[in-house]
């Protein structure tokens, strides 16, 4: 079974603006993950949230936690052409990391 | 620092054949997970070892996968006999410790004909 479900499952926006992604999970987690995954390649890391942490910054994503309603968010802020790919969240349960299904986003020039 | 590697990039069999998928982690890394990801979808876990121990295979459809860890360091994936469903991407996956950052290899795309 999933542990995220990410909304919305594909997203369309024009360069330079925001991207919004939102992921909610099933059980409790040690920490909340997001990667990243250009078409036909590997996943790679973006962020780590922990689970004693609300908000996390890295250059131009910004995450959010909320345990209280499972969920969390990923906004990268002046997007770019660059930034088309798949985001998926992954919930840290024990030592089993678990993927949610994805966000594809596309960020037209 | 050299990534995960995998090998083969691609492969195509009919079904009921077999297939081996080889992962070389970084080097280091304790823990290493095998992922299956169909086209559309995130990736699942097949099954994750720490050191050449196995933690969780509870997804591993055992009947016709298997893997090994040999000396905690490279691994292999095999599938006999192979089926149409089993057209993925199988992603191997390397960390430091089994609950931070993954490392991930770029994957190796099997199509069952």
């Known amino acids: 079974s999933q542990q995220g479900e990410e909304d919305p499952q594909a997203l369309s926006i024009q360069e330079g603006e925001n991207a919004t992604m939102n992921c909610s999970y099933k059980?409790?987690?040690?920490?909340l993950q997001w990667y990243r995954q250009n078409s036909g390649r590997g996943l790679v890391h973006l962020i780590l949230?922990?689970?004693?942490?609300r908000e996390k910054h890295s250059g131009r994503l910004r995450v959010t936690l909320d345990t209280s309603k499972k969920s969390s968010s990923l906004l990268i802020t002046a997007s770019r052409a660059a930034d088309t790919a798949s985001y998926f969240c992954a919930g840290t349960s024990g030592s089993r990391l678990t993927f949610g299904e994805g966000t594809q986003l596309t960020v037209n020039p | 620092e050299a990534g995960v590697a995998q090998s083969p990039r691609y492969k195509i069999i009919e079904k009921r054949q077999s297939v081996a998928f080889w992962c070389n982690p970084i080097?280091?890394?304790?823990?290493l997970y095998w992922y299956q990801q169909i086209l559309g979808q995130g990736p699942k876990l097949l099954i994750q070892?720490?050191?050449?121990?196995?933690?969780?295979d509870s997804q591993l459809p055992k009947d016709r996968f298997s893997a090994e860890r040999l000396k905690g360091v490279d691994s292999t994936l095999k599938i006999q006999p192979a089926k149409l469903e089993d057209s993925a991407v199988y992603l191997c996956?390397?960390?430091?410790?089994?609950?931070?950052?993954?490392?991930f290899g770029e994957g190796s795309r099997l199509t069952v004909l």
């Open positions: 070892f720490q050191n050449n121990g196995v933690v969780d």
């Open positions: 080097s280091g890394h304790a823990t």
């Open positions: 996956a390397s960390s430091w410790r089994g609950t931070g950052e993954l490392f």
């Open positions: 949230i922990r689970s004693n942490e």
């Open positions: 059980t409790s987690i040690n920490n």
